[in-house]
């Protein structure tokens, strides 16, 4: 077995690191802790928070990835396989490798599809796992709650990367151009009006586009499919949080600017404090509270949206199982007689629990921490 | 008042300048021409000569910024910048990989788009400001705590699933319009009924919890108070102190969209096989024909910067402060 | 029988009991107003005889009769018909108690309409709160219109309805002093002609003396007295009463300040006026002494803020907020700068940091220029205690800041003593300390480098009386412990009196009126310094006939010309119109840039 680190699973280790790290000092911090004591008090948020850790737990397990080792062959060196797999897929390995030949329903015992049995006589033939699949199989016998499991690193993972990757310039240009101001401000606010006035999708429609034949044209530059799914991955969450964070840029603008007249700063400019620590000290620590709402609020919208773009083709790699994919996968068929709502099912409940978690969770956050929603 | 649009007017042209700039690295700068021939012709063993003429075909056989080559002027205008993006600002697209003239294309496309876009938006800004009012009257009771809960779990459900769902339910179980199409004249009813419907109601979650949270920051203000200790009943209360106030933050988010309506819905149109400006764009993102994609990169940016535009003026027609100014 | 009895009213919002048990009468036509300091719960009192309490406050017990109902036996259709009509209100805040987006016209007609007046009537309501061309006015919004302008059209508003009864809430606080001093003076002429009664809320003293027949003080959500007011001013009775008198600075002990321990004023060589007048420095300086270098000069100070407009956002003209101001502060000594808001004294103040750019003139500190902060020199302390503490970071840190920013060794637990506070605080947060433990804070920050020289920008008036008194005497003690320099910035004039060595008075980015606190105070010599003298409330309620300033101030942006007070100037000459009046010194130590001559307070001699 050798363990393979993929990009994503390193950023999403330093997300998680970072998110440790954040409680860890937020503890002692007064303010945080009795904000946050707010958003406890709820019993919704609660619900919700535990229902995300569930979803980040999976996603955990589903990022701790490896190659296993190939039937050993004499005086070889050992070698791997070329999938790459994951802690999850290990544990689930059993509904991995149970495929039927097609469509089963949940919990089925007979396919769905007739077929020729071996009497000779026109029916439906039992099913290799009977009553194995939850959630039934999909058009090629896949477990469909496999897949659904699987989905969950991907939606999770483009929820959060995308924040994490702009979140580093939405700050410190939003910072600088409020507090700065002059032509700095003015630069700034140039680069976002014009990124913002392009139409968000086509932007990204674009972009990935344009990603994929650069992917295509370099397959030199990944050993595995696994890694190629995985840039392209990456790269999407990048697109992304290039249309979005125009918004988060210049909400903190906007805050910086009324900030910037108050007594404290003037207070710190008579002091002689330079810029850059009355930035660090009195503006960002002021502004937090806007980053972890933009954080917990744009969750659900970029879930959302992958369904929507890997629908349309520019999403994820079609390899990568994500909800998106699969709905994609399964779109026609309910118009099959008789229905299969099953695939359908399965994508749309996980997605809308996910989704519903993080509303829940972002309108206590936000609540608990923006001035203006106290009531 | 003139001075500031025309203030605002002129701001829009360096913004398109950039969009325009933004355009061409993303589709010439990060790939040359030959990979992307490479590409459309399928990306092992592509003979040179294939390559060659497929560039010649569509225009890109011209160096992008500089052509040393050519005499005078044609300097710089024989090169892929002038032909692919200067030419934009006249709204000369080019023609489409199909060989298609791409701006007839996108006028006659643009109706349809908008049978479907204009209704969704109107009813749907009725509905849901309606909805937040209703929520809003009723504020701080059982009625309005399960409005917003609904208004979350409506959110919270992705739009494919209201247009799967819909067709599966209105067209396959009940019968009662077709699933997808298009037609002439008024036989168009009944294909426009159900993407409206979806369209509005995919739309009643964000949009009524957002007018809700509008409604209330203006109903804690003083001169609220002001109005109820003059004696005015809650109804008029809300109809000509608040919504009139409301208006103000409403139109930044709304006018700025109007002129988007053009460019249609991508998921609608293209699920309910409406031949309008959204589905084009599916069809070209699928048969990555980069002429179209770009020329709705350009139309959509247009389009916001004129949004941007409407809103300014919006604002002074609504607000009189700025209107005196 | 009593237009209003109220017996035993108390409210709740969550576990706090705002108003506790209140009971008193107001007769028709009888003024009776509720004194206490912010939090006591006299609004609430107010807000819950209309029924208008916020959304989580409860009315828990207690009974009103208004008019011979029962208020509380009134259903809220019912009550629609009493609020604008039976009762009306006024509120603290005219700039945000107003509907943005409709007319005053508009907003006036409305109550007209419910309440069964003629619409016509709004242009004779609006000359009757004596607004200037009613007609105009009636058809403009809230922006167009000044601040005295706006509470004007309340009232306006609240006498539409006709009410028996108008409840008050601080209708003056937002208001500057020469402007409430009309508002007052048409509130009770209003009172008067029309037999209404009033409930006046107010934490200010001088309000009742000028306004009340009985007074009900109010203190911890309890009426802790009820009194006629001329007894009251005579001999308030219970304690709490006693302190609001003594916190008032007129009459904090040790009376009037002691000289600086170096007294500016002796000397030679100031006789002949301003060695320093000359080309471009009218400004009236006066305390130039030989042998008496100020600690800071001020010479020609100018800030002028740029107006943009047309197409490209040319600047076609500055507003001058500080228009060729000259000041001196001697070492030890407290120079008061006094005028209203919008006068220009903040930004002189922080352009004499450099916290914001002057345009031109010459600031120097113990002789020497500055050009840049100078911040183990100067520091500032600023008026609003919740705006001037950044509430992320813990005490300790906040006034370390300036220490390791200027390298400057230092204790932080003697700071806070020194301050009157516990060492111990210095781990907490800003949140959990009062306003005035706060303003002590940004004391203690401001003295952690040791500078010579405060300016101190109203750092009382967000305060209540009590705590504003505490404050003012922290600051007189830490000069004669220090021998510290201030400069204050403050419309007080109470304030001034207290602590003021010198005054400089400031309409309109200018000085008009420059001297020690005795000539200026007690000789004032320019129309306006005595219009502030006369429009400040005072508490033996004879205020004689007050000398009003009719008018708003002027924007800035647009000055009037010549002499900028000449429009609301009750003595004005033709030449005023023309020409800004020379600063002309009137004795070693007092100057006035004014044409003419008084001679006592107010009788003209020329």
Redesign the interface.
Known sequence: MKPVLLWSDALFFLLIALALGSVWWGRRQEHLRAAWAAVWAKRRARIAAAALAGFFAISFIDSLHYRAELPREADKPVAYSVEVLSALDALLMPLKLNTEKTYSAPLADESFAKEILADGSSGFPPLKHAGAHLFGTDKVGQDVLYLTLKSIRTGLLIGTLTTLIMLPAAILLGIIAGYVGGWVDDAIQYLYTTLNSIPGVLLIAASVLMMQVVIDTHPDWFATAAERADARLLALCAILGVTSWTGLCRLLRGETLKLREMEYVQAAQAFGVAPLAIMLRHILPNVMHIVLIALVMDFSGLVLAEAVLSYIGVGVDPNTISFGTMINAARLELAREPVVWWSLAAAFTFMFIMVLAANLLADAVRDAFDPRAAK | ML?YI??RL?YAI??LI??NV??FA??FV??SPD??A??QLG?KRVMPEAVEKWKAERGYDQPLFWNGAAAGLDKATETIFFKKSVRMFVFDFGRADDGRDISREISTRMGPSLAVAVPVFILGLFVTISFALLLVYFR?SYLDTAGVVLC??L???????YI?GG??LVS?VWHLVP?SGYGEGLTVAKFLVLPVAVGVIGGIGAGTRWYRTIFL?EIG???V?????????ERLLLF??VL??AL?PILTGVVVVIP?LF?GN??IE?FFGIPGLGSY??EA??A?D?AI??S??FI??VL??IG?LLTDISYAL????IR?Q | MSLLIVRDLAVRIGAIQPVAGVSFDIAAGETFTLLGESGCGKSMTALALMRLLPPLARITRGEVNFAGRDLFAIPEAGMRELRGGGMAMIFQEPATSLNPVMTIGAQIGEVLRLHGGKPERVIELLELVGIPDPARRASEYPFQLSGGMKQRSMIAMALAGDPKLLIADEPTTALDVTIQAQVLDLLKRLQRERGMAMLLITHDLGVVARMADRVGVMHGGQLVEVSKTEPFFRAPAHEYSRRLFAALPENLSGGRTPSPPNPPLEGEGNKGGCPLEGEGNKGGCLLEGEGHAALLAVENLSVHFPIRRGLLQRTVGYVRAVDGVSLKVSRGATLAVVGESGCGKTTAGKAILHLLKPAAGRISFGGEELKTIAPERMQMVFQDPFGSLNPRLRIGRILAEGMRAQGVQGDVGQLLEQVGLDAAMASRYPHEFSGGQRQRIAIARALAVNPQLLICDEPTSALDVSVQAQILKLLRNLQQQRGLSYLFITHNIAVVDYLAHEVAVMYLGRIVEQGTADDVLRNPQHPYTQALMAAVPRLDGQAGTPLLVPGDPPSPANPPTGCHFHPRCPHALPACKDRYPDATPLSGTHSVRCFIRFQGSGSRVQ
Do not use: C
Request: charged share 20%; aromatic share 10%.
């Open positions: 001075a025309v203030r002129l360096p913004i950039g969009v933004i355009t993303l589709f990060v790939n990979d992307m490479r590409m990306v701080a979350v779990g959110m919270s459900i992705s739009a494919l699933f799967i067709q599966w396959k699933i920051e203000k003083d001169y108070r002001t109005a109820r200790a003059k004696g005015l009943s000509r102190h009139r106030n103000i988007a460019t991508l998921l293209s764009t599916i993102i699928n990555q980069f994609v770009r709705m990169v959509g940016s916001y910067i941007l609504v607000d009189p402060r005196f």
